[in-house]
């Protein structure tokens, strides 16, 4: 569960006010930062270019020259392509820093951005399904499907969106550890929620006869 370090003063942590009376948190969590790198800012794929690159560069320089003094033409290579992929782990520490994903007996919120701040609630009764992307080293990604007319964003939500939905924009908790643990404990809050009935109160006849 995230500690509360943030700047921003919460009620709680990642929620924009405190739990209604009855409501409980079951859990909290946000991105893995390498992870996050990889699958939202393709860092094996810029790592993967770079190298290529320096490949090439010294395949070439070879022909003209020595081994030693062709690796050397390679060098500036490796030192850009680590200094893009700092930046890439530095942008996935920020998202990961300023992300709080919450998982209540009533809906999901995600509080989601690092320059621009938003919380997105999302009752039960809203999300028609969830999809799990689980990957061999236990972390993963659950997509929500939500219901009804509400217009998401895909830019502002991203990266916490289902990679290409951007039509009909998916919001996520992305690349989170233990996913499949955490994807059973949505599940079952979700099926208590949504089977449990709405009470109301209906008008007795002698509120009908006074109102007549």
Same mark, same amino acid.
């Given at each position: ?73 390679? #060098? ?5 392509? %680590?200094? *893009? @992929?700092? $930046? +890439?782990?530095?942008? /996935? ?79 996520? #908790? ?5 996913? %499949?643990? *955490? @994807?059973? $404990? +949505?599940?079952?809050? /979700? ?22």
């Amino acid at each position: 569960m995230p500690h509360d370090d943030d700047v921003t003063v919460e009620p709680v942590n990642g929620l924009p006010e405190g739990l209604p009376s009855g409501e409980e948190i079951l859990w909290q969590g946000r991105p893995l930062i390498l992870p996050l790198a990889r699958e939202a800012l393709a860092l094996n794929w810029i790592i993967a270019y770079f190298a290529i690159l320096v490949i090439w560069r010294i395949g070439v320089s070879s022909i003209e020259m020595s081994l030693g003094s062709a690796i050397l033409t390679g #060098l500036p290579f490796v030192v850009l392509g %680590a200094i *893009v @992929a700092m $930046i +890439l782990i530095a942008i /996935a520490w920020a998202q990961s820093r300023a992300t709080v994903y919450t998982i209540t007996t009533e809906r999901i919120a995600m509080r989601v951005g690092a320059a621009l701040t938003l919380t997105l609630n999302l009752p039960f009764p809203k999300i028609g399904a969830a999809d799990l992307d689980l990957r061999k080293s236990g972390t993963g990604t659950i997509a929500l499907r939500t219901l009804g007319q509400a217009r998401l964003s895909y830019l502002v939500l991203w990266p916490h969106v289902r990679p290409w939905h951007l039509k009909q924009p998916q919001p996520a #908790l992305r690349c989170i550890p233990d996913a %499949a643990k *955490v @994807a059973a $404990i +949505l599940a079952e809050a /979700a099926e208590t929620r949504v089977s449990r009935p709405e009470i109301t109160r209906a008008a007795s006849i002698g509120d009908a006869v006074a109102a007549e």
